[in-house]
């Protein structure tokens, strides 16, 4: 079983920025495509953004796009979700997920990842 644990989340000023992280705990590393997910009081869960096995196929989410940038780093096990401008709109609970990949592919569906972490809190007050 897949041990995925998010951290960074906080309170900051709309403006302000964040970066989260996502540590895995597997060996293969390089092979899972890794997620963010959010999900605000009231409101399903949504895509914001991947990085494909190996990394060289990222996606996000239109409302994310030109702010929101994801990354990885193989060799530390762990991806970066970096969030700039954040707005009071971004606050949500953030969700990583990785899944085991046979293709470098940018998985947007929450249904297609098969471990996730337990979320960290992202408050943007105005």
């Known amino acids: 079983q897949v041990q995925v644990v998010e951290s960074g989340g906080g309170l900051v000023q709309a403006g302000d920025s964040l970066r989260l992280s996502c540590e895995a705990s597997v060996r293969t590393y390089n092979n899972y495509a890794i997620g963010w997910f959010r999900q605000a009081p009231g409101k399903e869960r949504e895509f914001v953004a991947v990085i494909s096995r190996g990394g060289a196929i990222t996606d996000y989410a239109d409302s994310v796009k030109g702010r929101f940038t994801i990354s990885r780093d193989n060799a530390k096990n762990t991806a970066f979700l970096q969030m700039n401008s954040l707005k009071p709109e971004d606050t949500a609970v953030y969700y990583c997920?990785?899944?085991?990949?046979?293709?470098?592919?940018?998985?947007?569906?929450?249904?297609?990842?098969?471990?996730w972490g337990q979320g960290t809190q992202v408050t943007v007050s105005l």
């Open positions: 997920a990785a899944k085991l990949a046979h293709r470098a592919f940018a998985y947007t569906e929450g249904t297609e990842y098969t471990d």
